[in-house]
């Protein structure tokens, strides 16, 4: 750091987004700094009547190439970069003219927002920028004498220690060259993917990702470990808990970040034109989930899957939230619902239950979108593509004597699809367009298969007791006629015994194993129908 602290005399103002660069550009003005800048830029300030020196002044060369070369000058960089208590670059400053620039404040061309937008190739190259991260990082290389600035949020910050102390301090100076770094390294990051994107190339050589910090928090999965929410990262940015507003609530945790968006990307599965689908999710697994004619009638039957574990659960729907459905949703502590939107008569109605987090995410993800998954292991990060496979019903293939049936078919791609959301090994027990029973997370497959048992005839019960259900019970309180889907195949015919035991009638799988045809012939033996996917949903 040099010996006495650097007083700012000249800065050099260049931004994209002009968020208060004019009230920040007058309070310099007023504080005798003299101001340099570049096209529209100098434009908005000559606006206020600011004196204002264009770059080409300062460098003595007109912007050229459409304002492609305009800041990647000498006279520009020698500014930024030279030391100012190191006497030879005092020399060549003097001796080539180069007066030093004490300020930057560049934000830049916004990339991401013009790809967002769906703009064609050749305009999101135009809004790649290259004059600006070169300055960005030659004033934080030289933070002992320069400070950069690239966020507006940054503007008080500088022009409070400036009348407080004559300077910007050096403890604030690298912290704003820390934060131009990792600008310049998001920046590029996103430029990068795209490009990756473009190219189609799913494991370029060097892979970067990116975030914006949304919200520090409290902790993370436990009281002992440090966490924070960073968004961003795809282009457009795909809607769910990170773009949602939180309209009323508790600050979100890890937790319930994690848990809400397990939910809603799973109740995203199911058109909303077609039905209203609601799902209730505890430590990221679905405990309940279920389609209806209205989000009142889905949730209902999301509820009676499992209602002991739906407490304190996090709830997704697919439509706009109504003041039916939001009434039974408080009946119940639920730490978080999330709705694409929400009518004025749900919100007055949540509003009673001020500690209900209420987020409203302005559309649904697409669950056929692309998009990548990564997960950190030590040293090294693994990234693949989304699971963003999808089974209809002309996707599957009837492998048993026994065809489903109409009502079967549909229960069972209503299964399959809440499976994909189910840590594995998974079971699902689904009926009429819902839930019954759900085993998720364990070792073995029969065991998923028989806590999905247990959770059925749990659920089986509770439907009685209710008067929800008017048939008469089997001797084994199961429900009637549910079918089950599994995440991947049976490898022995072990676990699929075990659903017919529970009472399926009818059963889902991805085929595959070398035993396929004893899996086959014992689900024939049990008069079951079995059709297969030739598609996995490994969640873990």
């Not at 400036?162 to 131009?180: D, E, I, N, P």
Request: net charge negative; charged share 25%.
């Amino acid at each position: 750091m040099p010996d006495t602290e650097p007083v700012i005399r000249r800065a050099l103002i260049s931004v994209s987004d002009k968020t208060g660069v004019v009230d920040f550009a007058c309070e310099l003005a007023g504080l005798r700094v003299e101001l340099i800048s570049t096209g529209g830029t100098a434009s908005l300030l000559r606006e206020e009547n600011l004196i204002v020196h264009d770059i080409s002044e300062v460098t003595g060369f007109p912007e050229i190439m459409d304002g492609r070369v305009k800041t990647l000058h000498p006279k520009v960089h020698g500014g930024l970069l030279g030391t100012r208590d190191n006497p030879q670059h005092a020399q060549a400053m003097d001796q080539h003219d180069i007066a030093p620039i004490d300020l930057l404040v560049v934000n830049l061309y916004p990339f991401a927002q013009t790809v967002a937008q769906g703009a064609d190739f050749a305009t999101c190259i135009e809004n790649i920028d290259i004059g600006g991260p070169a300055m960005i990082r030659a004033a934080a290389k030289n933070h002992a004498h320069v400070t950069v600035v690239v966020d507006p949020a940054d503007y008080p910050l500088v022009l409070d220690e400036m009348r407080q102390h004559g300077h910007v301090r050096a403890g604030t100076r690298r912290a704003l060259a820390a934060k131009a770094y990792a600008r310049t390294a998001a920046y590029d990051a996103a430029v990068s993917t795209w490009f990756a994107d473009q190219l189609g190339e799913t494991a370029p050589k060097w892979r970067s990702f990116s975030g914006e910090l949304k919200q520090t928090l409290r902790y993370g999965e436990n009281a002992h470990q440090k966490a924070a929410f960073y968004v961003g990262g795809t282009s457009p940015a795909r809607p769910g808990v990170a773009t949602a507003r939180q309209v009323q609530g508790k600050e979100l945790s890890y937790n319930n970040i994690n848990d809400t968006d397990a939910a809603y990307e799973l109740v995203a599965e199911f058109d909303p034109s077609a039905s209203a689908a609601v799902a209730i999710i505890k430590h990221a697994n679905p405990c309940g989930v279920a389609l209806g004619d209205t989000l009142a009638e889905a949730y209902d039957k999301a509820l009676m899957s499992d209602r002991v574990s739906a407490f304190g659960g996090i709830i997704a729907a697919n439509r706009t939230l109504d003041a039916e459905a939001a009434a039974k949703m408080i009946e119940i502590f639920t730490e978080v619902i999330i709705a694409p939107d929400a009518d004025p008569e749900a919100l007055d109605i949540i509003a009673q239950k001020k500690n209900v987090r209420l987020l409203l995410a302005g559309g649904l993800p697409d669950p056929s979108a692309q998009g990548l998954h990564l997960r950190s292991v030590a040293g090294g990060l693994l990234v693949q593509t989304r699971d963003n496979g999808r089974i209809g019903r002309d996707d599957v293939r009837v492998v048993t004597r026994r065809a489903p049936t109409e009502r079967e078919l549909d229960d069972l791609i209503f299964a399959f699809r809440v499976c994909k959301h189910v840590k594995s090994n998974a079971i699902v027990y689904a009926r009429d367009g819902a839930t019954v029973g759900i085993g998720a997370g364990q070792m073995s497959r029969v065991d998923s298969a028989r806590i999905a048992a247990h959770k059925a005839e749990e659920s089986a019960r509770a439907k009685r007791e209710s008067g929800l259900d008017d048939e008469k019970p089997k001797p084994a309180e199961m429900p009637q006629g549910m079918v089950a889907a599994s995440d991947a195949f049976f490898p022995f015919p072990d676990g699929l015994l075990e659903t017919a035991k529970a009472g399926a009638t009818a059963v889902i799988q991805p085929g595959g194993a070398q035993r396929d045809d004893e899996v086959i012939a014992a689900a024939d033996e049990h008069d079951l129908a079995m059709v297969f996917t030739g598609m996995r949903h490994f969640r873990h």
